[in-house]
């Protein structure tokens, strides 16, 4: 298989507070994942681009200061929303490609639901 | 750059009855594609996928789609519905080789009535 996990799956936490989310290729090493952000009832859209062990591709109008991305190893990608604020309320989700993938397959994780009060 | 259309914002269908979900791209070769479904508050979930050979691919769930190069279209379908289908379906392009996210279109969302 090839699993994808994200932690935590539900946060709450006050404005003005990071929040880190973890991404994780449980059963295969990913060179590269993907960060979405999706707001209700709307389709993904992309954030960045995260490889391993260089910095992450941000999508236009995506601040990289406020959403650092930290492609440490294969198989963990994190994302950190930094001075959260009520705004930035979403559901996050993560998707990695495996290394050795000729088919351009994503596997998503179940994403990670933040509320900032 | 490619891209994904779903025509469909909202579809409702009867219980029993069939279904067709249309997706066109736009995107200069053959494209990877896939079907996604999503219940509320959960992640994406493949429901299919076609790379290449038989157009007609089947997936879970009693879902297959159908890929036609003539009108770039990938549509889904299913034969009989199940209310439990109810949810957002996703189409989603890839290009074949290259490190690049997928390109969603902006999904429909599916009820099931009795």
């Known amino acids: 298989g090839a699993v994808v996990s994200q932690h935590p799956s539900r946060v709450i936490c006050k404005s003005g507070t990071s929040v880190k989310i973890e991404c994780r290729s449980l059963?295969?090493?990913?060179?590269?994942m993907f960060w979405y952000r999706q707001f209700p009832k709307k389709s993904l859209m992309l954030m960045a681009t995260?490889?391993?062990?260089?910095?992450?591709?941000?999508e236009q109008g995506v601040e990289k200061d406020k959403f650092l991305i930290n492609h440490a190893s294969l198989t963990l990608s994190t994302l950190t929303v930094t001075s959260a604020h009520p705004e930035d309320s979403s559901f996050y989700i993560c998707?990695?490609?495996?290394?050795?993938?000729?088919?351009?397959?994503?596997?998503f994780g179940p994403g990670t639901r933040l509320t900032v009060l | 750059a490619q891209s994904v259309t779903q025509p469909d914002i909202h579809i409702t269908v009867s219980e029993g009855a069939s279904l067709e979900l249309r997706c066109n791209y736009s995107?200069?070769?053959?494209?990877?594609l896939f079907w996604y479904v999503q219940s509320p508050g959960q992640g994406l979930q493949l429901l299919l996928k076609y790379f290449s050979g038989d157009t007609l691919v089947q997936g879970i769930k009693g879902f297959e789609a159908e890929f036609k190069r003539s009108q770039s279209s990938f549509n889904l379908r299913k034969p009989s519905v199940h209310w439990s289908d109810a949810a957002e379906y996703f189409c989603a392009v890839g290009i074949p080789s290259g490190n690049t996210p997928l390109v969603f279109g902006k999904g429909t969302r599916l009820s099931v009535i009795a």
């Open positions: 995260s490889n391993e062990g260089s910095k992450a591709t941000y």
């Open positions: 059963d295969f090493q990913a060179t590269t």
């Open positions: 998707s990695a490609r495996k290394a050795s993938d000729l088919f351009n397959e994503q596997f």
């Open positions: 995107y200069g070769a053959t494209p990877y």
